[in-house]
């Protein structure tokens, strides 16, 4: 099973300014069959990112994905208020489609 | 618009049964892969189980392994997860979602449903 985690565990920021959300994998995900998802109270999950750097339909460019094997990570260049909520990391390519523990990303 | 709707969860004494269902539409559900995810009140998401779009292929969590069973419908359009000796670690909200791309296992999931919570009490 490949243990994916996610750094930091919450994060402190005001709007504008640069988020950067880091998930660690335990072995190299396939592919780079790595996706972000955001997730705010009482809401499912939403699709960001895939295959580590694609923006997800509808998704603002100032939302952008990098990495490869085992570092990925998720970068929003500046804040808006909407933005704040937990993000997870998942990887997709070898079953169990494990996820990350989250970050929450939260107003300074 | 796709849509994906969860049903079925509810209250549910340990060691009891339940079935949940994910009713879709807004594309070809048979050409899909589905699959569900759960997340405990307040905490993380967990992949649960997933199916192939033929329904050849089943995979679920060591967590559930041998306690439930996915299935689907392909003529109602609709997934399933028979639930069975459930137990307090259980208790859920239960999601499913959609692979991105027909016929293909490996495509990242792009649709998800708004999720039913099951609660495993006595």
């Known amino acids: 099973e490949i243990v994916l985690t996610q750094s930091p565990g919450a994060l402190f920021l005001s709007p504008g300014e640069r988020a950067t959300l880091s998930c660690r994998a335990s072995?190299?995900?396939?592919?780079?069959?790595l996706a972000w998802y955001q997730q705010k109270p009482g809401q499912a999950p939403r699709l960001l990112m895939y295959?580590?750097?694609i923006r997800a339909t509808g998704i603002p460019d100032r939302f952008s994905g990098s990495g490869s094997g085992t570092d990925f990570t998720l970068t929003i260049s500046r804040l808006e208020p909407e933005d704040f909520a937990v993000y997870y990391c998942?990887?997709?390519?070898?079953?169990?489609?494990?996820f990350g523990q989250g970050t929450k990303l939260e107003i300074k | 618009e796709v849509q994906l709707v969860e049903s079925g969860g509810g209250l549910v004494q340990p060691g009891r049964s339940l079935r949940l269902s994910c009713a879709a539409s807004g594309f070809t559900f048979g050409d899909y892969s589905i699959h569900w995810v759960r997340q405990p009140p307040g905490k993380g998401l967990e992949w649960v189980s997933g199916?192939?779009?033929?329904?050849?292929?089943?995979a679920y969590a060591d967590s559930v392994k041998g306690r439930f069973t996915i299935s689907r419908d392909d003529a109602k359009s609709s997934l399933y997860l028979q639930m069975n000796s459930l137990g307090p670690e259980d208790t859920a909200f239960y999601y499913c979602?959609?692979?991105?791309?027909?016929?293909?296992?490996?495509?990242?999931?792009?649709?998800w449903g708004r999720g039913t919570l099951v609660t495993v009490s006595s």
């Open positions: 979602a959609k692979r991105a791309v027909a016929g293909d296992d490996t495509s990242h999931f792009d649709h």
């Open positions: 998942q990887q997709y390519s070898d079953s169990p489609y494990t």
């Open positions: 072995q190299s995900v396939s592919s780079s069959y």
């Open positions: 295959v580590a750097s």
């Open positions: 199916i192939s779009w033929h329904g050849l292929r089943v």
